[in-house]
């Protein structure tokens, strides 16, 4: 069964320093999103990504984080200068079609820990 | 602020009992209702969607959904101690932003 993958399942990084968080879709799939979930708190919408654009972002999502579809099966969160609050687990998931009815498929996440 | 809120539990239920989970939302707007099962340290895991009033039965599993009264609950029958987790309540309008509860821990008891 196809599944979401995402690289690397847990990141160490100093306060300041830009990370990169990579996903890999389910191949068929066209739309892309990146959650968050603080330890012990909700999972956060971060941002939706459709044809090379964001359609939409939450209020969290602020000038230092950036996606980006870089190839035909690589999907990307930078997160430019990482603060200690940036420490979460960062899913990824995608669905085949959009809108308020699709099915999104997460990943196991990544564990981002800013020192 | 568009809200979804959900008993944080633990709700504690005997093997082979029903286990009832409930979640309310404050967008009159929403249009689709999920239920994610999330292990501890894992990632969310769809159990089921509805949309429409009224129920919908999968397995072991009937969501239902009252829009009315801004109500989703999910009833898990024949509880077994493999259900133990935190089930996420999620709601999403008209567009890709998908809002979540902070969850309902269940524990089903061997």
């Known amino acids: 069964e196809p599944e979401v993958t995402q690289t690397p399942s847990h990141q160490v990084t100093q306060m300041g320093q830009e990370v990169i968080l990579r996903c890999v879709p389910i191949s068929n799939h066209l739309y892309f999103y990146w959650y968050r979930q603080i330890l012990g708190q909700k999972v956060e919408f971060l941002v939706s990504?459709?044809?090379?654009?964001?359609?939409?972002k939450s209020e969290i999502f602020d000038d230092q984080f950036s996606v980006e579809r870089p190839d035909g099966s690589n999907f990307t969160l930078k997160i430019r200068s990482t603060k200690l609050e940036d420490s979460a687990m960062y899913f990824c998931a995608s669905s085949e079609v959009g809108g308020p009815g699709e099915t999104q498929y997460f990943g196991p996440g990544t564990r981002l820990l800013v020192l | 602020q568009k809200e979804v809120e959900q008993n944080s539990g633990p709700l504690s239920v005997p093997e082979g009992a029903i286990a009832s989970l409930n979640c309310t939302y404050s967008?009159?707007?929403?249009?689709?209702f999920f239920w994610y099962r999330q292990y501890s340290g894992k990632s969310p895991e769809l159990i089921m969607f509805?949309?429409?009033?009224g129920d919908k039965e999968d397995g072991r599993f009937t969501a239902q959904l009252n829009k009315a009264s801004q109500y989703v609950s999910l009833l898990i029958r024949d509880s077994q101690p493999s259900d133990s987790a935190t089930y996420l309540c999620?709601?999403?309008?008209?567009?890709?932003?998908?809002?979540f509860g902070a969850g309902t821990r269940l524990f089903v008891k061997a």
């Open positions: 990504f459709y044809n090379n654009e964001i359609s939409e």
């Open positions: 509805i949309y429409s009033n």
């Open positions: 967008d009159r707007g929403s249009q689709s």
């Open positions: 999620a709601v999403r309008g008209g567009g890709f932003k998908t809002i």
